[in-house]
């Protein structure tokens, strides 16, 4: 008796513990899936393209993935709260163009103009993203068509106000871009980059802010009925999502020491993939600034991979789109898990 006892409570504890492995196997996959692709993608381009793993290339890619990395944290936040903005990649080209055009040509004289055109910047973008939230929260339009509409409404801006772009810029406008520390090892925007996101994942994941951002996403209707001003927080995402648009434009137009009217074209789908690839929920209320950082490294590595590899320009979209698809589908197989869990 105490034989069939023992034997059926060994039995028990085998089930509970391959049950709570499996637990754990799944809330890797849905939470590390894109830092897994990563470390895949990363030894897979060291030993295809032996130059990869160069500590000079290493450096090019955190390089190059800031003023992208950005755009798709912004846009990762307006896929959190249940919507996205079109106009981000726009928004990322104009903020820095006016500001460029203030000092250069409008007002070149004017006391400390360039530390003004820094600050324009920031305030262009979050002027688009306010009235963005405006159109599409007191106004009741539909995001999409607002954010659209505002993509091409800046694009065309850009397009007319410099046609064949501005260089040799203010030294104190390209310092975010270009400065260099450490021995002209580090460049500036890498500390930057990194206080941004700590930022983002305390709001998140620490302040009543980021619960009610998720909450807002995942049901509207029911953190209305708790007490959430919804209103008001769906407009600041969009004021966020565009200071940090405008801040990714201002890199941009450092790193390359001159403005153009094509900043930002065609980033639309790499900001969605990344948002995706980190584990932000299309339908909101889901994602986290860690894994969205995973979902810039991976597509930042494959960027990379692509010029070492010297791959055919007109295959860059193929790849791109082939990402967004593999994004979309690991979205689907996260939801699946989750509801196994569940």
């Known amino acids: 008796m105490a034989d069939q006892k023992l034997e059926l409570f060994n039995k028990n504890k085998a089930k509970r513990i391959n049950k709570n492995l499996k637990k754990l196997l799944i809330n890797i996959l849905i939470n590390y899936t894109v830092w897994i692709l990563v470390l895949i993608s990363s030894i897979m381009a060291m030993v295809l393209v032996p130059r990869f793993g160069t500590g000079k290339n290493i450096i090019n890619i955190i390089v190059h993935m800031i003023p992208l990395g950005m755009t798709i944290y912004a846009m990762g936040l307006c896929l959190m709260t249940g919507f996205f903005d079109l106009s981000l990649e726009s928004t990322y080209a104009i903020a820095p163009i006016i500001a460029v055009l203030v000092m250069t040509r409008w007002a070149p004289n004017f006391p400390g103009i360039v530390y003004i055109g820094i600050v324009i910047t920031m305030v262009v973008g979050m002027i688009v993203g306010l009235v963005n939230g405006i159109l599409s929260v007191k106004l009741r339009i539909n995001p ?199």
């Open 144 to 342: 999409f068509l607002v954010t659209l509409c505002m993509m091409l409404i800046l694009r065309g801006l850009s397009l007319f106000l410099i046609p064949a772009g501005i260089f040799n810029l203010p030294k104190a406008y390209i310092f975010l871009g270009s400065y260099r520390i450490l021995n002209n090892i580090l460049p500036v925007s890498v500390p930057c980059f990194i206080i941004v996101i700590i930022a983002l994942d305390w709001m998140i994941r620490k302040k009543p802010f980021g619960r009610h951002l998720l909450a807002v996403g995942s049901n509207e209707r029911a953190a209305y009925l708790t007490g959430i001003k919804t209103e008001l927080l769906k407009i600041t995402i969009f004021v966020i999502a565009g200071m940090l648009a405008a801040l990714g434009g201002l890199i941009a137009a450092g790193r390359q020491h001159a403005v153009l009217n094509s900043m930002g074209t065609g980033n639309m789908v790499l900001m969605f993939a990344g948002a995706i690839l980190g584990g932000v929920a299309l339908r909101g209320g889901v994602g986290s600034i860690i894994g969205v950082l995973g979902g810039i490294f991976l597509l930042q590595i494959v960027s990379n991979l692509i010029t070492l590899a010297k791959v055919n320009p007109f295959l860059i979209q193929v790849v791109y789109g082939s990402i967004l698809l593999l994004a979309l589908i690991l979205q689907s197989l996260r939801s699946k898990l989750r509801q196994f869990i569940d």
